[in-house]
């Protein structure tokens, strides 16, 4: 998992490191943000409202309007309750960004979704089961604020529903940070 996570980020860190300074080019980003977690379907049952944390890079086209990013996540829940207990998600995302109207607006709304990978480790009291790891998918939106020439602020929220063995562990994290760079 360390290696899939540490690719993508090979990848982004790439991406932004090829794309030239021309206004013309493409524009790498790069960011991080934090928030809350509420669990979804069956997830719900059992856990209470975590925690998120990610950090972000990706590319978006001379436009300003489609790109690309990738993520990494992690994720906690406890159980809700009285039984001690919690699950842990660290993943990365691949995600198509799609960002409508000017690149030079103050509050600029985006959708994305794609692909990923979490592993899952769940723990019940003193006993940690096997961790796991599972594709993923993702589908949400944001928006963000400019805070400078070359500064955002963002806020965003997205449905993740990873495919673990007995049901899918659905979460929508919802989480606000800072991106530098991008159009």
Same mark, same amino acid.
């Given at each position: 998992?360390?290696?899939? &996570?540490?690719?993508?980020?090979a990848?982004?860190m =790439?991406?932004v490191?090829?794309? *030239?300074p021309?206004?013309?080019?493409?524009?790498?980003?790069v960011?991080?943000?934090?928030?809350?977690?509420?669990? *979804?379907?069956?997830?719900?049952?059992t856990y209470?409202?975590?925690?998120?944390?990610?950090?972000?890079?990706? &590319?978006?086209?001379?436009n +300003?309007? =489609?790109?690309?990013?990738?993520?990494?996540?992690y994720?906690?829940?406890?159980l809700?309750?009285?039984?001690?207990?919690?699950t842990?998600? =660290?993943?990365?995302?691949g995600?198509?960004?799609?960002? %409508? +109207?000017?690149a030079?607006?103050?509050?600029? %709304?985006?959708?994305?979704?794609?692909?990923?990978f979490?592993?899952?480790k769940r723990? =019940?009291g003193?006993?940690?089961? %096997?961790?796991? *790891?599972?594709?993923?998918?993702?589908?949400?939106g944001?928006?963000?604020?400019?805070?400078?020439?070359?500064?955002?602020?963002?806020?965003?929220?997205r449905?993740?529903?990873?495919?673990?063995?007995?049901?899918?562990?659905?979460?929508? %994290?919802?989480?606000?940070?800072l991106?530098?760079?991008?159009?």
């Amino acid at each position: 998992m360390k290696r899939t &996570i540490a690719g993508f980020v090979a990848t982004g860190m =790439l991406a932004v490191a090829l794309a *030239t300074p021309a206004a013309a080019q493409a524009r790498g980003y790069v960011g991080f943000g934090g928030g809350v977690s509420v669990p *979804t379907g069956n997830f719900a049952d059992t856990y209470k409202t975590g925690w998120t944390g990610q950090v972000i890079a990706g &590319i978006t086209g001379p436009n +300003g309007m =489609l790109g690309g990013r990738i993520d990494g996540m992690y994720v906690r829940h406890s159980l809700d309750g009285t039984v001690d207990g919690s699950t842990a998600l =660290l993943g990365a995302n691949g995600d198509l960004v799609l960002s %409508p +109207g000017s690149a030079d607006a103050k509050l600029r %709304p985006y959708l994305l979704g794609g692909v990923g990978f979490f592993n899952v480790k769940r723990k =019940l009291g003193s006993t940690e089961f %096997p961790s796991e *790891t599972k594709f993923a998918f993702n589908l949400g939106g944001g928006v963000r604020l400019a805070a400078g020439s070359r500064m955002s602020v963002f806020l965003e929220g997205r449905y993740i529903s990873v495919q673990t063995e007995a049901n899918s562990t659905g979460f929508i %994290p919802i989480a606000i940070g800072l991106r530098w760079g991008g159009n």
